[in-house]
């Protein structure tokens, strides 16, 4: 008894349950023999529903959707961020009316991106409502990141041209020029803007700009210029219009190019028009024989030339011409807005690019017979009008000449 009860006493203290009555002695193989396990408990018929099957295959498919989301994600925020494919510069043109999709697509066809779909999508992402990538032609780097196109095409700062005009070009001629460059576009207009109405100058544009918008810069800059001088005109100055200012401004920049002279020779010829006196201006002869196409380079002006008339030649009809002859630039606006003071009524070439001035006809001559001797000395042609009048005329006020600085082309 006592064996037994200790026994039973300690299984109690080690955790197992007491065993209730008399211990039964088990032989070796008996006490090797495994215990039968429980059975599992039966699943509820709850757990075994079509339901509960669906919403687990629903949540397992979200899990693996989110996983392949966030790899996705991944992998198109590295593309977009990471060096493209391009291996040298390149120029890539948006065409105007491009969509986002076909930037894309034409990107990745000239392998400057390397995936189109993460190249639209996420640009997408970063254009406000209303915004689009912006039309032109665009130098894009080597191994620039889609981010990086994106940021350049969403700027606008596309590859810049630029097209010349110097001071004194017709507008014919500087139409002439407009369908000589082959990056603008569009046609000209039918009817010639009119003549000094453009401004001389540098325009910059881009690929795909047309040509009407270039002529309707230099008109309103020219506009704009001819309205601000003739605002800080000499109050004294004998023109009753712009039109009148434009006109002599044309004439003064096609009978000199040095700039210091053109005040000076600005002045010669208003000093003439207050006296009464034809211009007799050589320029204006060619714009009366040939018009806004101009002389041919191998074309001299001849003594018979000063006789023909025309509505523009000022060796024939008082005044200023009709319309202006050429584009005056600013410089030349200026001059005839504010000229020099003097009392000088004639000029003539001086050899050496610039011209010599007199108040008189006798001071004039002699100036005269000091250029045809020059002329002679290279050789010229007498019946070449040279400086337009010979030395021995009467002074009265059809005769007295400022003669050009040079051949007028």
Known sequence: ???TTNQSSDNGQN?????KGPIIPKSPSEALRPERVPEPPKRSRNARSQVVLFLNFVMTMAVVVCIAGLIGFYYAITAY????PLQTNTNFIVRNGAGLAEIATNLERNLIISDARVFRYLTATHLNAGESLKAGEYEIK????MNEIMELLKSGKSILYSVSFPEGLTVRQMFDRMLDDP???GDLPAVLPAEGSLRPDTYKFSRGTKRSEIIDQMAAAQQKLVDQIWERRDPSLLLKSKEEFVTLASIVEKETGVPDERAHVASVFLNRLGKGMRLQSDPTIIYGLFGGEGKPADRPIYQSDLKKETPFNTYVVKGLPPTPIANPGKDALEAVANPWKTQDLYFVADGTGGHVF????EEHNANVKRWRKLEAD???DPEIAVDGQPEDQPADNTSAVPPKKKKIN
């Open 15 to 19: 955790g197992q349950p007491a065993q």
């Open 142 to 145: 080597a191994h620039a990141s």
């Open 81 to 84: 961020q990471n060096p493209g």
């Open 358 to 361: 007199a108040a008189t006809l």
């Open 378 to 380: 290279k050789g010229a």
């Open 183 to 185: 990056v603008l576009e």
């Open 1 to 3: 008894m006592s064996d």
